[in-house]
């Protein structure tokens, strides 16, 4: 069973930090591209970076520069650190792998002005 697990969501203050954590189980994670989507109210999902199997890495423009993903193929987890948050950062964060689709349940990051 394919699993996805998300943490290290929660409420900050403008150009605060999080730590995002996903945990996975059910499928070869270092062979698999992975990534971090986010969803605000009324906003559709978008693919806010992503890592390949070879640990190459993407980043939409507006997070250039303050989040950083990474990936422990050991511990079967990936990351998103998450630096100088903007208000306009908060959104639910959901970890998926880019291939299939799968995705957790996701992790609320809530950033205040």
């Known amino acids: 069973e394919v699993q996805l697990e998300e943490s290290g969501g929660g409420s900050v203050q403008a150009g605060g930090s999080l730590r995002l954590s996903c945990v996975t189980s059910?499928?070869?994670?270092?062979?698999?591209?992975m990534g971090w989507y986010r969803q605000a109210p009324g906003n559709e999902c978008e693919l806010v970076s992503s890592?390949?199997?070879?640990?190459?890495?993407s980043y939409i423009d507006s997070v250039k520069g303050r989040f950083t993903i990474s990936r422990d193929n050991a511990k079967n987890t990936l990351y998103l650190q998450l630096d100088s948050l903007k208000s306009e950062d908060t959104a639910m964060y959901y970890c998926t792998e880019t291939g299939t689709g799968y995705r957790g349940q996701g992790t609320q990051v809530t950033v205040s002005s």
């Open positions: 890592i390949r199997s070879d640990g190459s890495t």
């Open positions: 059910g499928f070869s994670f270092d062979d698999s591209d």
